[in-house]
């Protein structure tokens, strides 16, 4: 019974050694999708990819009237915020554009799937990739605000790396669950869009979470997008490191590797089928 369970959690682990070892031996093939994605999504336009500098400063200029003008909302601290509202818009903003593009990449690339032998599970990761390119449009904007805001430059900025690779992995957990059920569950990425919304509102992105009562942060910070959001701002705007949340980070990676590998299980299994579905 005990050698039996050994050999079958030896083998799953080879088995997801294989299916992550796949992607990474695919890596010039990522880059050139992802590439084509983004090329695909001005084709035609005027424009082009100044569209990628137009949407978030849009975004921005909206809730930045909204909020500040409107409801004239201010964060603690005296930071300007137009800057604290988009460090926090800009690690949600390509969460939400990963996982919302995600939930249709195989559906959408079928042709791929049912014609050759192709590694679907790159396409969630094809997803990241092309949706940094808009990440690193809406940090320079940023950037931008933050020096026509005169306020500090700190070593800390380079910190937003570690919360970015925080994001990928939670958002490629959530992908490949997302993309390999809305195979067979079309409402899948109906969900996906709503579950979003209410995400969005549900993190303190437009509003500071310390107004609230000490229960309600608790709750607040069950969601994995509130400690990326916070590490955003504090990388660019508080400065504090990472390693003064020792319990919080360590709530983030269990529930995050849980959801990473949860979601590639379930790709894995489902993975198979795909061609019968499309």
């Known amino acids: 019974?005990?050698?039996?369970?050994?050999?079958?959690?030896?083998?799953?682990?080879?088995?997801?050694?294989?299916?992550?070892?796949?992607?990474?031996?695919?890596?010039?093939?990522?880059?050139?999708?992802?590439?084509r994605e983004v090329r695909a999504q001005y084709v035609g336009s005027f424009l082009g990819l100044i569209w990628t500098i137009i949407h978030p400063a849009v975004l921005i200029f909206v809730f930045w009237v909204v909020f500040s003008v409107g409801f004239r909302v201010k964060p603690m601290n005296d930071i300007p915020f137009v800057v604290w509202l988009t460090a926090g818009l800009a690690a949600w903003f390509v969460f939400s554009e990963?996982?919302?593009?995600?939930?249709?990449?195989?559906?959408?690339?079928?042709?791929?799937?049912?014609?050759?032998?192709?590694?679907?599970?790159?396409?969630?990761?094809?997803?990241?990739?092309?949706?940094?390119?808009?990440?690193?449009i809406f940090l320079c904007v940023l950037f931008?605000?933050?020096?026509?805001?005169?306020?500090?430059?700190?070593?800390?900025?380079?910190?937003?790396?570690?919360?970015?690779?925080?994001?990928?992995?939670?958002?490629?957990?959530?992908?490949?669950?997302?993309?390999?059920?809305n195979v067979f569950i079309r409402d899948v990425g109906q969900i996906v869009g709503v579950a979003l919304q209410v995400g969005m509102w549900a993190t303190p992105i437009l509003w500071d979470a310390r107004i609230m009562p000490s229960v309600v942060q608790s709750l607040l910070k069950l969601n994995p997008m509130y400690y990326i959001v916070q590490g955003y701002r504090e990388s660019f705007i508080y400065f504090v490191p990472f390693w003064k949340h020792p319990v919080l980070t360590l709530y983030f990676w269990v529930l995050t590797l849980t959801i990473f590998f949860f979601g590639a299980f379930v790709f894995k299994k489902l993975k198979p089928h795909f061609a019968d579905v499309l």
Request: glycine share 6%; net charge positive; with cysteine.
């Open 98 to 136: 990963i996982v919302g593009g995600a939930a249709g990449s195989v559906i959408s690339n079928a042709h791929l799937i049912k014609k050759t032998l192709f590694q679907s599970q790159i396409l969630p990761v094809v997803k990241i990739v092309s949706c940094l390119i808009t990440h690193s």
């Open 144 to 181: 931008l605000l933050i020096v026509g805001m005169r306020l500090p430059f700190s070593l800390f900025f380079f910190q937003f790396f570690y919360y970015l690779f925080c994001l990928a992995i939670l958002s490629l957990g959530i992908s490949w669950a997302v993309a390999a059920l």
């Open 1 to 35: 019974m005990f050698l039996s369970t050994s050999q079958n959690l030896i083998e799953g682990i080879r088995s997801f050694y294989k299916f992550i070892l796949l992607i990474l031996q695919q890596k010039k093939l990522i880059f050139t999708l992802a590439k």
